[in-house]
């Protein structure tokens, strides 16, 4: 384990239904994000929070809402998804300064039915 | 804002061989470069990383170099093993900013 875990692991949902995914980091760290990676498809950041203040939000559609309650915790908030929303959902956290390695939890696998 | 590309998308080599990786960046500020492998099923490990000071890293068979004036950075695997065999990502960051541009990853192919 790389200390960043995420639940659930396998996620199924039809596109009215709402749904939270949810990451957490026992690394001591104070900046995380989500990233979503799609088949044959760069790792697309989403959003990024450091000292849990949004720091970036890469133009994701408003169906995606991130909460950080502290800088332990990550939620991705879903709601009336598409099917092409359909992707494995990866957390990461770092350091907000100084070199910033990320460390990856193991991923969220939707589908979007 | 930052653009990583990333050659080849498919790369597969025999065993022993070496495998070159290369990518191109377009944002002169970006000054860290960090290299993640990607096995099947897994999450995306850090294997190597670099830092606009410095040209080249090694670490056993992994090596990066890094061409800053023409923007581009190559990992090298020396004496492929079939467990080299996975998906490796190249990416491009700020120091001290918290925004990671990924290239679109090279599935990499050892065969025995």
Known sequence: ETGVTQTPRHLVMGMTNKKSLKCEQHLGHNAMYWYKQSAKKPLELMFVYSLEERVENNSVPSRFSPECPNSSHLFLHLHTLQPEDSALYLCASSQAQGLNEQFFGPGTRLTVL | ?112
């Open chain 2, 1 to 112: 804002g930052e653009n990583v590309e990333q050659h080849p998308s498919t790369l597969s080599v025999q065993e022993g061989d070496s495998a070159v990786i290369k990518c191109t960046y377009s944002d002169s500020a970006s000054n860290y470069f960090p290299w993640y492998k990607q096995e099947l099923g897994k999450r995306p490990q850090l294997i190597i990383d670099i830092r606009s000071n410095v040209g080249e890293k090694k670490d056993q068979r992994i090596a990066v170099t890094l061409n800053k004036t023409a923007k581009h950075f190559s990992l090298h695997i020396t004496e492929t093993q079939p467990e080299d065999s996975a998906v490796y990502f190249c990416a491009a960051s700020i120091y001290n900013f918290n925004k990671f541009y990924f290239g679109s990853g090279t599935k990499l192919n050892v065969k025995p």
